[in-house]
């Protein structure tokens, strides 16, 4: 089987330009572009799309397949996903957005060639294409407001593959490249303190003072320094003493 290494989002039945272009947005902005459109409304091409797709986001419409119905659309996959906040009647299994991106990678890196379909925005998909698909996505929202915008949905979804597939750390620092302290500039920092606190009489009484200078070393390992830090953490205890003397 061929590798198609991203989903093909498809739009039944869209409404307005507006929400294919916006869609169409949501999907660029993570580096997904396969977008085929059912039965759109108000036919196709569409100006309204193409200037809310703003630019770049309008190679993905010049290259949107356009299908009359939802079984010629979705013919050449594998495997198909409907989102849904509906559909429970039906005997399907219900995916969250993550677990469906999960899923959605493991079989696309078998070769699959995997499909999301999107309802329109007034009502959303009818039973009559969730039953062509193989499994439902649901958004856990708000069940007292679970209506979503068409983009949103989109832009949920597009979110979940790309993260799964992201080498962007979790958490980020912020250190905008610094270098960080290596053990023996923590070590030669901790021996700094140690002595002028020593002198100062920091350290009392004498019973606590191998506790507090261990306390006090584990408090510079713990905080993660950078070479900077520790040359102004060397500078600041120079600048008092020197004050003081």
């Given at each position: 089987?061929?590798?198609?290494?991203?989903?093909?989002?498809?739009?039944?039945?869209?409404?307005?330009?507006?929400?294919?272009?916006?869609?169409?947005?949501?999907?660029?902005?993570?580096?997904?572009?396969?977008?085929?459109?059912?039965?759109?409304?108000?036919?196709?091409?569409?100006?309204?799309?193409?200037?809310?797709?703003?630019?770049?986001?309008?190679?993905?419409?010049?290259?949107?397949?356009?299908f009359p119905t939802?079984?010629?659309?979705?013919?050449?996959?594998?495997?198909?996903?409907?989102?849904?906040?509906?559909?429970?009647?039906?005997?399907?299994?219900?995916?969250?957005?993550?677990?469906?991106?999960?899923?959605?990678?493991?079989?696309?890196?078998?070769?699959?060639?995997?499909?999301?379909?999107?309802?329109?925005?007034?009502?959303?998909?009818?039973?009559?294409?969730?039953?062509?698909?193989?499994?439902?996505?649901?958004?856990?929202?708000?069940?007292?407001?679970?209506?979503?915008?068409?983009?949103?949905?989109?832009?949920?979804?597009?979110?979940?593959?790309?993260?799964?597939?992201?080498?962007?750390?979790?958490?980020?620092?912020?250190?905008?490249?610094?270098?960080?302290?290596?053990?023996?500039?923590?070590?030669?920092?901790?021996?700094?303190?140690?002595?002028r606190l020593d002198?100062?009489?920091?350290?009392?009484?004498?019973?606590?003072?191998?506790?507090?200078?261990?306390?006090?070393?584990?408090?510079?390992?713990?905080?993660?320094?950078?070479?900077?830090?520790?040359?102004?953490?060397?500078?600041?205890?120079?600048?008092?003493?020197?004050?003081?003397?």
């Amino acid at each position: 089987m061929t590798s198609h290494p991203t989903p093909v989002f498809i739009l039944i039945r869209p409404q307005m330009g507006e929400n294919i272009g916006a869609a169409a947005r949501a999907m660029l902005n993570f580096a997904l572009s396969t977008l085929r459109l059912v039965d759109p409304r108000d036919g196709w091409p569409n100006p309204k799309a193409v200037a809310m797709a703003s630019g770049a986001a309008g190679k993905v419409l010049d290259h949107a397949g356009v299908f009359p119905t939802t079984a010629e659309a979705i013919a050449d996959c594998d495997f198909v996903f409907a989102t849904t906040a509906r559909g429970r009647e039906l005997t399907k299994p219900i995916y969250t957005p993550e677990a469906a991106m999960a899923e959605a990678r493991a079989r696309i890196a078998a070769g699959q060639r995997v499909g999301v379909m999107f309802g329109p925005e007034r009502t959303g998909l009818e039973n009559d294409d969730i039953i062509r698909a193989n499994a439902i996505i649901t958004v856990p929202v708000n069940p007292e407001f679970f209506s979503l915008n068409l983009a949103q949905a989109v832009l949920l979804t597009a979110y979940e593959f790309a993260r799964q597939g992201s080498e962007a750390p979790a958490i980020d620092p912020g250190l905008a490249g610094a270098e960080m302290a290596n053990a023996l500039e923590i070590e030669k920092l901790g021996d700094h303190y140690e002595e002028r606190l020593d002198q100062a009489g920091f350290f009392f009484p004498a019973g606590k003072a191998p506790m507090m200078k261990r306390n006090l070393r584990n408090m510079w390992s713990r905080f993660g320094l950078t070479r900077a830090d520790v040359q102004t953490l060397h500078g600041m205890l120079r600048q008092l003493l020197r004050q003081r003397d």
